[in-house]
């Protein structure tokens, strides 16, 4: 009889508890198999997402690198660390006590502050962001583990048996591996476990180290949620619970000694096979041998076939990724252990960047389709008066989108955000000049101000404004949008091509007081290491149906002139990519601001943290 | 070889140095000197366009301390403080069922059913509560067929979400100390505390709760500090006035390029968790005295 008589309050609590702990597993893996791509309603069982998966080659490349890196850090923090470990009962004294210090660090140092403290360190020792500074990072914050798992282990493991052995005969080297290692393997091989996991589902610290082409699983997930749900994620993370159960069955009996060593190390290797195989099959093809084209580009800002397309005319292979924000790419840039060989600026930032001198001068012999094709209006532009530096390669504004359905009168006006009536429902990009951009147009003034009176007048408009925003979002509220999570956003006009398409009840709008027009250029950075290849993308890109697969593809317009010959009918009557000319006559360019910036992000921090 | 060998085991100081030697060169050279530097860069100024001028004062602590970071602190303070409590409560159900109500075999099962959800990938479960919380979620369409609301509710992008994402994330940190402690614990104990006609409650508070003290401080010391330096959580689940200071600090790095700013935080969020790290480790050395 266990104490107390037996209570239904709480095996029913505890069964809730359980109930909270797998409800949302159920619910991924349930949803994994529904068809509806966008609503939580089961609309009927389907393997789509699953092919959808396979078929998905960033994700398989982002497993492999995840998988390289999770076994390098395993590796070396597992021999490292049981040396350590072995060594550390004989360390005593003060010495003792520094090292535990310096041992417990990573366990106790919240990761956002280990991974900015990493970031700035690889920038200052000039060590180039990639599979490399990953591996180096993993294996500072998780060699630890091993030390103090073993460690714990070995201090309770019973030195005679050493000592017996020893005495019959056997030399130093011969105790270690007949009786030392074996006593301590089964710790190890738990260390081991848990230093794979760690590395195979850190995020924070990898977002922060990742380079060109280092792309793991966890940030490609991230990225993919940021940028929409698709079922395709509830795919992936129940392949991933499919693949940690039987880990964590291991792990246990392990810990409990009831699993035979030989057993468990034969149930991980298949494991790991497990995981491995398809990747290989599905990575093998793409030979390393080939000359690389780096590309850091906007969000939505690249297309399968526009990929695939290089590659095939150019024999290559395009490494890419994306940034959400101006600042994003300037702080990796101005990092200078990232190598990026085209990056895709918008106007304001071109110019930061020239005075900063991280682009490259370009060599306009080599873009003859640039010079023959490119819309005027988008050349010679004061930022860049020359074009020395950039070339356009896509165009938009910033606007307002809305649900017709839910948004009731005529919306023309950003005064629609400032209105109670919609609190909890509006939804502001995560940028701090276009949301002052939009303030400072509802005040009737320039998007460039610099005259600090204004500039607070929009300050105290967006700070009233707050507790009607439900969010800052840049990357995926079209999705919002759509779900209904928001009725108005701020949006950039490309993003809501597509949905718009899907859903005629949603719209997008260029506000009677005006916004912003932007063109976000082709870049060089300084540093690059491919210009020659990165010359030839930009003037590929130039090719009148490339230019029209970049609209198809990507909903985002881009100043060619011979493009719309090719551009699907639907999307030339679309006012979101083709808006009516007199409309633009509102919009603005922005310009860099310099010394008022300091101004701009003094209160962009004061609005955002309120 | 056999020589290198003898030359060590006539020095045992050099075998122990070449031993840790790897270990310490990673713990060192890519954990201490970054924070190091970090600490340096905390001192140092913004200068145009977000690079790094070294020019020492104590500025951008002292700007650290404006009310509005304040507020900051205070917000991810209590948002921690509730995490760390309500994964108290429900990690002491599942911690005293799992050491005190069941035995064999249901044990195992009940212990490796928490520690699942804790090898699984953070970023994928906190992503599942963003499918149960959208206005077309699971949980909204449960509501509108069950009849208990008739419009969607605003779930996500809001403070509460970001209560269950933590508290979904951090509870097998509770759960895991707490269990270690409450297995140990002795039920005769608690038998005689109710053969003497101490009720129930009486006895958890007087017996049970005592006794495991020491689990549950490690479990709130490990909630508090990763609810307090949370990033993803927030970022994802949270709206418009969820900011922790995690986010703070990402911010500074990743946006508004004020690394020096940004470093100065990071370092007030260390010493704080440190000094909570500390404090629980002293209570529960006076407890334990206590107890003796």
């Known amino acids: 009889m266990r104490a107390g008589r037996s209570s239904p309050g709480l095996s029913l609590a505890s069964a809730l508890v359980y109930l909270f702990l797998y409800a949302p597993i159920a619910v991924l893996v349930i ?78 140092i919240p990761e956002i502050v280990i991974a900015v403290a990493l970031v700035i360190f690889f920038s200052f ?11 180096l990072a993993h294996v500072a914050f998780c060699i630890s583990y091993v030390i103090v798992v073993t460690g714990a282990r070995l201090a309770s493991s019973d030195r005679s048996h050493v000592e017996a052995a020893m005495d019959l005969g056997a030399d130093e080297w011969r105790a270690f591996f007949r009786v030392t290692l074996p006593l301590a393997a089964p710790a190890i091989l738990s260390g081991a476990l848990l230093v794979f996991t760690a590395s195979f589902d850190d995020y924070l610290i990898s977002s922060f180290v990742a380079g060109v082409g280092s792309t793991t699983l966890p940030l490609q ?22 693949a940690t159960i039987p880990l964590v069955y291991i792990a246990q009996r392990l810990e409990r000694g009831s699993l035979s060593l030989r057993r468990a190390m034969a149930s991980l290797a298949g494991i790991f096979a497990f995981m491995a195989i398809p990747v290989l099959v599905r990575t093998w093809p793409s030979s390393p041998n080939v000359p690389q084209l780096n590309l850091y580009v906007w969000s939505d800002y690249l297309s399968p076939r526009l990929i695939h397309g290089f590659e095939q005319a150019y024999h290559c292979h395009i490494n890419y990724d994306y940034y959400d924000s101006n600042e994003a790419l300037l702080a990796k840039l101005q990092a200078g252990n990232v190598a990026y060989d085209v990056v895709t600026p918008s106007d304001y930032m071109v110019q930061i960047m020239i005075h900063q001198g991280l682009l490259a001068r370009l060599d306009k012999s080599k873009l003859p389709n640039v010079w023959a094709h490119a819309d005027p209006r988008f050349l010679h532009l004061p930022f860049d008066p020359h074009n020395d530096y950039s070339v356009p390669y896509a165009w938009g504004t910033t606007g307002l989108a809305y649900r017709a359905d ?15 009536r919609y609190a909890g429902h509006i939804l502001l990009l995560d940028d701090m000049r276009e949301v002052f951009a939009m303030a400072l147009k509802e005040l009737g003034y320039s998007l460039n101000s610099t005259n600090p009176a204004q500039i607070r007048q929009a300050r105290d408009l967006l700070l009233r404004e707050k507790p009607l925003v439900k969010g800052y979002n840049s990357s995926n509220f079209q999705q919002d949008l759509a779900a209904g999570d928001a009725w ?29 027009i932007s063109v976000d250029c082709a870049c060089i950075p300084r540093n690059a290491p491919h210009k020659k290849l990165a010359l030839e993308f930009i003037n590929w890109f130039y090719r009148p149906r490339v230019a029209a697969l970049f609209i198809n593809d990507c909903g985002f317009n881009t100043p060619n002139l011979l493009a719309p010959r090719y551009v699907r009918p639907w999307l030339l009557r679309n006012t979101a990519v083709f808006p009516n000319p007199a409309s633009l006559t509102r919009c603005q360019f922005m310009h860099s601001l310099g010394r008022a910036m300091l101004l701009y992000d003094r209160y962009w921090t004061e609005i955002k943290a309120d | 070889m056999e020589k290198v060998l003898q030359w060590f085991r006539c020095r045992p100081k050099w075998r122990v140095t070449v031993l840790v030697a790897g270990s310490l060169v990673f713990l060192v050279g890519l954990m201490l000197l970054p924070l190091m530097y970090l600490f340096a860069v905390s001192l140092a ?124 994330a951090q509870l097998p940190f509770m759960i895991l100390p ?86 100065a935080v990071a370092f007030l969020l260390t010493f704080v968790v440190l000094g909570i790290l500390l404090a629980s480790l002293r209570s529960t050395q006076r407890g334990a005295r206590e107890l003796l």
């Not at chain 2, 970022?235 to 418009?240: F, I, K, T, V």
């Open chain 1, 31 to 108: 949803f994994s198999f529904n068809q509806s791509r966008l609503t939580a309603r089961w609309r009927g069982f389907t393997l789509l997402w699953y092919t959808t998966l396979w078929r998905d080659h960033r994700i398989f490349h982002s497993l492999m690198n995840s998988l390289v890196v999770a076994t390098a850090t395993t590796l070396i923090c597992v021999v490292l660390g049981t040396m350590a470990a072995l060594a550390w009962t004989a360390v005593g004294g003060k010495w003792r006590s520094a090292g535990e210090a310096v041992i417990y660090l990573p366990l106790i």
């Open chain 1, 125 to 135: 020792i000039h060590l180039e962001l990639g599979l490399t500074s990953l591996i």
């Open chain 1, 221 to 242: 997930i991230y990225s993919m949620l940021k940028r929409g749900i698709t079922p395709e994620i509830n795919a992936v993370s129940a392949a991933i619970l499919a």
């Open chain 1, 406 to 420: 839910l948004v009731k009168g005529k919306v023309d006006s950003w005064s629609v955000m400032f209105n109670p």
């Open chain 1, 488 to 516: 108005i956003v701020q949006a950039y006009n490309g993003n809501m091509t597509f949905v718009m398409h899907e859903n005629p009840n949603i719209r997008y709008v260029i506000p009677k007081e005006g916004c912003t």
């Open chain 2, 45 to 168: 100024e913004r200068a145009r366009y977000g690079t790094i001028r070294w020019h020492f004062s104590l500025q951008n602590y002292l700007q650290a301390f404006h009310p509005l970071y304040l507020e900051i602190y205070w917000r991810s303070f209590w948002i921690a403080l509730t995490t760390t409590m309500l994964c108290a409560v429900l990690g002491y159900v599942v911690a005293y069922t799992i050491a005190l109500r069941v035995s064999g075999g249901w044990k195992s099962v009940l212990l490796m059913l928490v520690v699942i959800p804790f090898w699984t990938s953070y970023l994928i479960r906190t992503y599942a509560w963003m499918l149960i919380f959208r206005a077309q979620g699971v949980l909204n369409n449960a509501l509108l067929w069950l009849g208990v609301i008739h419009q969607p509710l605003q779930l996500l992008y809001t403070t509460p979400a970001v209560f269950v994402g933590l508290v979904y």
């Open chain 2, 178 to 263: 707490l269990y270690a402690v409450l297995q140990k614990l002795d039920p005769a104990l608690l038998e005689a505390a109710q053969d003497l006609g101490a009720s129930r409650w009486k006895t958890f508070f007087r017996v049970t709760l005592p006794l495991s003290s020491q689990g549950l401080a490690a479990g709130s010391a490990l909630v508090f500090i990763s609810a307090a330096g949370a990033f993803i959580t927030p970022d994802l689940l949270g709206g418009a006035r969820s900011m922790m200071v995690g986010n703070v600090i990402e911010d500074q790095f990743a946006v508004a390029r004020n690394q020096p700013f940004g470093s």
